[in-house]
């Protein structure tokens, strides 16, 4: 009978199992503390990677993990699922010649006006058709909604926070 077992990966402390390879070669940790991740720069990736590489890119500071298999593309940011709180926000009373309103909460992205959802009373507004995202004048630019007709004499109501970005200014 063969008696086999961990190979420790400790060198200090041969009794220490908190980061070892088993049997069938898989790494196992019983560490509650965490494993930090292979961390540079973008210029640091491997030259040849293998699928399933992971590592922390330092130039975007993100997770990322290289997959070129089926629909993977290479390098790829590891996707976390933090959504940002969703911000109600009531942005003013439509009057028939108002076509203006804001600021929002916080600064949105004004190409993705997607991001946004408005609605007048009770209708939700279609992106690019009922209205666009603008900057506002000054040194500290802010974000309006600017309808392409005046919106009658209803409240109007912003939906903010589908663009996964921090309010920074709210």
């Known amino acids: 009978m063969k008696y086999t077992k961990r190979l420790v990966l400790n060198r200090f402390n041969p009794t220490d199992s908190s980061f070892a390879v088993a049997i069938d070669s898989s790494i196992v940790t019983t560490t ?23 590592r922390y890119n330092q130039t975007t500071n993100d997770s990322e993990i290289y997959n070129i298999a089926g629909e993977g593309t290479g390098w790829e940011k590891i996707k976390m699922n933090r959504q940002d709180d969703i911000i109600c926000q009531n942005v003013g009373t439509g009057d028939y010649t108002t076509s203006v309103f804001g600021p929002l909460a916080y600064n949105v992205d004004i190409t993705k006006p997607q991001n946004v959802m408005i609605y007048v009373e009770n209708v939700y507004q279609i992106p690019i058709t009922n209205y666009t995202l603008t900057t506002g004048p000054g040194t500290t630019a802010t974000t309006y909604i600017s309808f392409t007709s005046p919106p009658p004499d209803k409240t109007i109501t912003a939906l903010l926070g589908f663009d996964n970005f921090a309010p920074t200014n709210n």
Do not use: C, F, I, T
């Open 32 to 54: 509650k503390v965490g494993m930090q991740l292979p961390s540079g720069a973008e210029a640091d990736r491997a030259v040849y990677p293998v699928n399933g590489v992971v």
